[in-house]
């Protein structure tokens, strides 16, 4: 049980007097305090905290509203309303890769491109492709972007990506490592060694048409080669990494093929010029000299050895070949004729051959 003495000199009234006063003091503030941050605020900051510790539940912040002028005053120090949002504390949302300026949360590069490691840079038909390298064993990635400006600026999840640059059939492949960092992007520079081919045909001393030609690598550890491009027409420019090419130009359909090997710089345009010399040839059936052409012949053109250069079906079929000695060999009903000739380059010859 509890008892209060009475005072009994001045001096311990004066104390008590001090105490009562600390008292109502501390009353007054206690009071002052529930009015500015009332309990159910109170508590939401308290729950928030929590979960900002253990990780659920908490977002990373919201953008803060913009302030009209009542509010400013408020958020400055002036009479605001307990509970509204000039009391709330905001927390600046972290950007989403990707987004945004995010100098802390996303790394930021520039990708260059170069012709030669002192060359000039490539300002257009670059292609890059970015892929994010997701680490598994198979070494699988996934296309997340394909940017075709010169110097693309790329804002991105922190992590490995695999960039590939291609300029023409010329192109280079590099893992990146990412990190986050500031407002300034990293560089990355691309050294292609990239240099140009254009080859150009000539027939019989003229300018070709009806050519096409197809590039391939340099021969492998296993004597093999690789198809790089084909169906090419004389005089486009065909951008490639520096190296040793091989060269294969078909005129017409048949056996007049030419092929050599090309070196092409980096930096510097190959030009090349393939010269072919041929001859075009009409085959006919006939039941007599200078008679009608038998439709529906099977023929063939063979070697004098009997390798067959090209096969056809028709009355009056056309081909060009190569210079030199040839079997035509026409097939109607059942039955086989044959007939040697041969081709001079530039001519143009019909081959009748008399089904007796």
């Known amino acids: 049980m509890l008892t209060h003495a009475r005072p009994s000199s001045s001096r311990d009234r004066a104390a008590l007097s001090r105490v009562r006063r600390s008292w109502a003091l501390i009353g007054a503030l206690a009071l002052l305090s529930t009015t500015l941050f009332p309990v159910p605020d109170r508590a939401r900051?308290?729950?928030?905290?929590?979960?900002?510790?253990?990780?659920?539940?908490?977002?990373?912040?919201?953008?803060?509203?913009?302030?009209?002028?009542?509010?400013?005053?408020?958020?400055a120090g002036g009479a605001a309303t307990p509970g509204a949002e000039g009391n709330t504390t905001i927390v600046p949302r972290r950007e989403a890769p990707g987004t945004g300026d995010g100098s802390g949360t996303i790394a930021q590069i520039r990708l260059v491109a170069l012709l030669t490691a002192d060359g000039q840079r490539i300002d257009q038909g670059i292609i890059w492709r970015v892929?994010?390298?997701?680490?598994?064993?198979?070494?699988?990635?996934?296309?997340?972007?394909?940017?075709?400006?010169?110097?693309?600026?790329?804002?991105?999840?922190?992590?490995?990506?695999v960039i590939n640059a291609a300029f023409g059939r010329a192109h280079l492949t590099r893992v990146v490592h990412l990190e986050a960092g500031g407002a300034t992007p990293a560089i990355e520079r691309f050294v292609l060694n990239a240099g140009g081919l254009r080859v150009g045909a000539t027939v019989s001393g003229a300018p070709a048409h009806n050519v096409a030609y197809s590039i391939y690598s340099d021969r492998d550890q296993t004597d093999d080669r690789k198809l790089i491009m084909s169906a090419i027409k004389p005089g486009l420019i065909v951008r490639l990494n520096a190296g040793i090419y091989h060269i294969v130009s078909t005129y017409g359909d048949a056996n007049a093929v030419i092929e050599s090997d090309v070196t092409v710089e980096a930096g510097k345009l190959t030009e090349a010029t393939v010269a072919h010399a041929a001859g075009k040839v009409t085959l006919k059936l006939v039941a007599r000299a200078g008679g009608e052409a038998i439709a529906d012949t099977q023929w063939s053109i063979q070697t004098p050895e009997g390798r067959i250069i090209k096969e056809s079906i028709g009355a009056l079929p056309t081909h060009i070949l190569a210079p030199g000695s040839y079997v035509a060999v026409a097939k109607s009903n059942d039955r086989?004729?044959?007939?040697?000739?041969?081709?001079?380059?530039?001519?143009?010859?019909?081959i009748e051959v008399i089904n007796q």
Do not use: C
């Open 45 to 75: 900051f308290i729950a928030a905290a929590e979960a900002q510790g253990t990780g659920e539940g908490w977002s990373a912040g919201i953008n803060a509203p913009k302030m009209d002028g009542a509010q400013g005053e408020a958020a």
């Open 131 to 161: 892929y994010r390298d997701d680490g598994s064993a198979g070494g699988g990635a996934k296309l997340i972007g394909t940017h075709r400006d010169a110097s693309p600026l790329l804002k991105l999840a922190p992590g490995a990506y």
């Open 336 to 350: 086989a004729f044959r007939r040697d000739f041969s081709v001079k380059d530039g001519e143009t010859t019909q």
